[in-house]
């Protein structure tokens, strides 16, 4: 099976983090081999954070270039369209339509480019935007965007629906499986 | 067992199956989470040290005593721990010693790209190289029977890429950490002229006979392709990418050891091939010890020493396309990093740009101070420079800057390398004004503990240092402690202490925001009929505050209400 290369963008303390987590575990559960890579460091501090998650039989490098991803997860708007270019011409976006401001939009040195997903999407690349604050708030908690995020993507992916909630109990600290698998399947039904 | 780690978390496994019995570092990415990990095991001691120097030296001490240790440290940190490091090539181990350290080609969170396999190549010591968290379980476990075979210490260099990226390691179990006995043995172990003399020839024999065992190393290895054209020399994370673009089309001499290199494995494989190439990132190491084999060979001329591969520069250097893409034309701004909302540095800062004072900055959460709105900072060069660096600029400049400079130093810098300068401003004398960030923790490298903050790397208490009698002892008679949410208080400090004809140390208390132990307060809010658009609470760089239909708001999800920007309002917009 050749490899199939996935990322996840957003913000620095959006969540990102889990679900990466949710997906290696799944991963290897699937018996793929698999690479999750992840820069820490500065990216911390609210900057642009980007996980690349890929598998398939034998995984070498743990990064994705440009043009290769068949997958892009963002959290966030601006970030979506940072990354794009790194996503194949064929490949499939899932796109939370929250808008954080960066630095230069808060001071007022750049603008915010509201409308870019509209641009990407008139040059073909296959988007699918939502919002899933809301499902993740009705969910339980704001902070469930990353799992609401993950039942959207798993729409596309050739992986049953129990297993993902395999995945989700064995990622996820107890106290809050129950309001993730409520999150998980408002993605998924959405 | 098969578990999906990150390289960092392999290391700690590794070494502390190997029988590691000790460990003590200084924070640093991407280095972290080595010691991070290796603290959750109670049977052994981990502790942060206050820099890599003393973390190095209380490796060796337990190495000394018969006991397995290690230290880990980013590269820029085998700078500071550099000094033991060369010595210790002389004197050897007792019980076997892991140094680790990570270097970070990109920089992505370093002040500059330096490669850390000069190190090894200068101090004389072997140099273990993985290439994913398998390989840096494997290295990990086994250096410590090397360490102990050559009598030397080893150094396991890690990079960002391998330290924090998952794949999947089938763990064994640990070994018995027994320590060995210790025996006086001045002849090796005290390294004055006499001794070190007879002890270098040592070094030398070992360093043949490390790269004569090199060739049957069993971490360098040979793929050979079908037909013998294309030959790759390569090692860590850049054997992942020729790999991922070669598949079998090439044959590859893989590097797990790369230093010393192995001489004669190097002149068969490249006897074999047609065309030879060495692909590593940063310096051309491999590639300078093969050209100087007197063999023809291609490396820097295609493969930049500057900035990280992927598997896209390979494809570009062999000729293949790149996959096509689709990006934006509309411009899309930048997200550089910042300071949090409410983060007590802010304050500070806002009070020394507002003045115009020129700034010495030091290496934290707070060199975040350098980005515009704020521009707060003239300079970060290492750990520790800030203080240094002033008393040579004041003693340059003399008292026309005494009265408009200073040093900013975070707390775990104070303690890493500041110390020694603020001693050097009162006994040299200059009228310098260093103000100490203490935000109880050392912030950027991800809020571990050190001795300002009164707990160790395990949570418990612990001996808590105190900085205003520590700067008193060191020489500095006026030490004043302000709020930094108080911006008047900050101000007065400030123009106080630059006025005054003596040095002076100002700290600047308060924890981190993101501490758990930090409560914070309701989010402000901004009346849109008060708000004048002035802009004024914008220049504080909170990235709770944005303008929004002309006017301020704070954003409710972000705020911790510190109450900062309140004090700019002149209008009373913004209220509780
Ligand atoms: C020699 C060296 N070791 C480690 C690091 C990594 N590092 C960067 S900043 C920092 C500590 C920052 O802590 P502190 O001074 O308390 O400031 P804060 O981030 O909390 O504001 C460390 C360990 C480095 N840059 N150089
Ligand atoms: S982590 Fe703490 S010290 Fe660092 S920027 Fe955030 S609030 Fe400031
Ligand atoms: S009170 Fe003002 S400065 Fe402080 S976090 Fe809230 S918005 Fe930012």
């Known amino acids: 099976m050749k490899t199939t290369s996935i990322m996840i963008v957003g913000v620095g303390g959006q969540g990102s983090l889990l679900a990466s987590k949710l997906l290696g575990q799944l991963l290897v559960d699937e018996g793929y081999d698999v690479k999750v890579s992840e820069v820490h460091g500065m990216s911390q501090r609210g900057g642009s954070v980007v996980t690349y998650v890929r598998y398939g039989d034998k995984v070498y490098s743990p990064i994705v270039t440009e043009g290769e991803a068949d997958y892009i997860i963002s959290f966030e708007k601006l970030e979506a369209a940072r990354y794009a270019a790194f996503l194949k011409t064929d490949g499939q976006m899932v796109v939370n339509t929250q808008e954080i401001d960066p630095m230069p939009v808060i001071i007022g040195a750049a603008t915010y480019p509201t409308d870019v997903l509209d641009e990407l999407k008139q040059k073909g690349l296959n988007i699918d935007d939502f919002d899933a604050l809301t499902p993740a708030v009705e969910a339980g908690s704001s902070k469930a965007v990353n799992i609401v995020l993950m039942g959207r993507f798993a729409k596309y992916v050739d992986i049953p629906y129990e297993r993902w909630i395999a995945a989700i109990e064995k990622a996820v600290k107890p106290k809050f499986v129950e309001m993730n698998k409520r999150a998980f399947e408002l993605g998924y039904r959405s | ?576």
């Open chain 2, 1 to 576: 067992m098969k578990k999906l780690l990150i390289g960092n978390q392999a290391v700690a496994m590794g070494l502390y199956h190997g029988g590691l019995g000790l460990a003590s570092s200084y924070p640093g990415t991407p280095s972290t989470e080595i010691t991070e990990f290796l603290a959750m095991n109670d049977d052994i001691h981990t502790e942060w040290a206050p820099n890599e120097k003393v973390a190095m030296e209380v490796a060796f001490g337990a190495s000394l005593a018969g006991m397995r240790s290690t230290c880990a440290m980013k590269h820029v940190g085998l700078n500071v721990a550099a000094d033991p490091l060369f010595t210790l090539s002389y004197t050897g181990v007792n019980g076997g010693m892991v140094v680790c350290v990570a270097d970070d080609p990109a920089m992505h969170s370093s002040q500059n790209e330096q490669d850390s396999r000069h190190y090894a190549i200068a101090a004389k010591v072997p140099m273990l190289e993985p290439a994913d968290s398998a390989e840096a379980y494997a290295f990990a476990r086994s250096a410590f029977e090397l360490s102990e075979k050559y009598d030397t210490p080893v150094l396991l260099r890690m990079c960002t890429r391998i330290a924090h990226s998952q794949s999947i390691v089938e763990l064994g179990e640990r070994e018995a950490a027994d320590v060995k006995p210790y025996e006086k043995n001045p002849g090796k172990y005290i390294m004055m002229p006499g001794n070190a003399k007879k002890r270098h020839p040592v070094v030398e024999d070992r360093t043949a006979a490390l790269a004569e065992a090199a060739n049957d190393c069993i971490y360098n290895t040979v793929e050979m392709a079908a037909d013998g054209k294309i030959g790759i020399i390569t090692s860590g994370c850049s054997y992942l990418y020729v790999k991922e673009v070669m598949g079998d089309k090439a044959s590859i001499l893989k590097i797990g050891m790369p230093n010393p290199l192995p001489e004669k494995l190097i002149r068969d494989f490249a006897a074999k091939v047609e065309k030879l190439y060495v692909i590593e990132e940063l310096d051309p190491v491999i590639e300078n010890f093969v050209r100087s084999l007197g063999i023809e060979v291609t490396g820097k001329e295609l493969f930049s020493p500057i900035g990280e591969f992927s598997q896209q520069t390979i494809a570009a250097a062999f000729g293949l396309e790149a996959p096509a893409s689709i990006s934006a034309d509309s411009a899309v701004p930048g997200r550089p990093p910042m300071m949090c909302a409410g983060c007590p540095h802010r304050g500070m800062f806002y009070t020394l740009a507002k003045n115009k004072i020129t700034v010495l900055g030091d290496i934290g959460c707070y060199t975040l101070g350098a980005v515009p709105p704020l521009n707060a900072l003239d300079s970060t060069l290492c750990m520790g420079a800030s203080i240094s660096g002033l008393h040579g600029f004041n003693k340059a400049r003399g008292e026309e800057a005494e009265g408009k400079t200073v040093a900013v130093i975070g707390d775990s810098t104070f303690m890493h390398s500041g110390m020694t300068g603020l001693v050097n401003v009162a006994y040299n004398a200059t009228n310098s004004t260093v103000i100490i960030l203490d935000n109880s923790i050392t912030g950027m490298t991800g809020h571990q503990q050190n001795p300002t903050t009164g707990y160790n790397i395990k949570g418990d208490p612990a001996a808590k240092v105190d900085l205003e009698a520590l700067c008193r002892a060191l020489g500095i008679a006026r030490v004043r402690v302000v709020d930094p949410y108080d911006l008047k208080a900050c101000e007065t400090a400030i123009k106080e202490e630059l006025a005054a004809r003596e040095p002076s140390v100002i700290i600047s208390r308060r924890p981190c925001v993101l501490l758990k132990s930090v409560k914070t307060k309701p989010a402000l809010v901004i009346d849109p009929d008060k708000c004048k658009s002035c802009k004024r609470c914008m220049s504080l760089g909170c990235p709770a505050i944005s303008m929004h239909g002309g006017k301020a708001r704070i954003d409710a999800t972000l705020c911790v209400g510190c109450g900062v920007c309140k004090q700019l309002c002149a209008f009373d917009a913004i209220s509780e």
